[in-house]
């Protein structure tokens, strides 16, 4: 599923429809048990991230158990939200860049090199998260992201991620390295 703008053009950044495939639909099975992002994780956030022009976009609906203090978000959950969107964003900024198809191989996969986040305001629970982020950079395979968390309206945490390409044996268990 991705996003586009609705028909009335609302200028408000947070105002979407759903029109296509995310970025974590085409992780292949050996890197999709991630807690933030795999789909093969029935306890994780199992989050789903598209283009949205040129920032990237995911929507999250936190549940009662994300709290912190009564009415607002854990910190925690924050940052691995920031933590998961930038590095689909960054695997699918290095797909853009190179012309190609979020299904081609060989698969561009990310992991943190560094996680930055600040915590604007306290974060709402009981609102949908809305996690934009935008590239800063592309050097080599690292790719640098800055994602700002929305809820009720209002920007709450930004954060900074330096997304560092895994190589092509990580992720692999090691009976399939020995077999490789």
């Known amino acids: 599923m991705g996003c586009k703008r609705l028909a009335d053009d609302s200028p ?14 085409h992780y292949p099975e050996n890197v999709a048990h991630c807690y933030g992002c795999g789909h093969l994780n029935t306890h994780g956030h199992q989050i789903k991230t598209v283009w949205d022009g040129d920032e990237t976009v995911t ?13 607002f978000a854990y910190g925690g959950l924050i ?8 590095t689909g964003t960054a695997a ?9 198809d979020m299904d081609s191989l060989p698969a561009f996969r990310f992991v943190t ?7 604007l305001k306290p974060t709402p629970l009981d609102s949908e998260m809305v996690i934009r982020g935008r590239i800063k950079e592309i050097k080599g395979r690292k ?3 800055e994602t700002t968390v929305y ?3 209002m920007a709450t945490a930004r954060g900074e991620v330096v ?10 268990n090691p009976t399939q390295k020995e077999a490789s």
């Open 12 to 25: 408000h950044p947070l105002k979407q429809v759903h029109t296509m495939n995310a970025f974590q639909d």
């Open 59 to 71: 929507h999250f609906q936190p549940e009662p158990y994300h709290t912190s203090v009564p009415g």
């Open 79 to 86: 940052a691995s939200l920031i933590d998961c969107h930038s």
């Open 92 to 100: 699918a900024a290095m797909y853009r860049q190179e012309g190609r």
């Open 113 to 119: 090199g560094s996680l930055h986040v600040d915590f």
């Open 143 to 145: 790719v640098v992201v």
């Open 151 to 153: 809820a009720a309206g």
């Open 163 to 172: 997304a560092v390409q895994m190589p092509d044996s990580f992720g692999q």
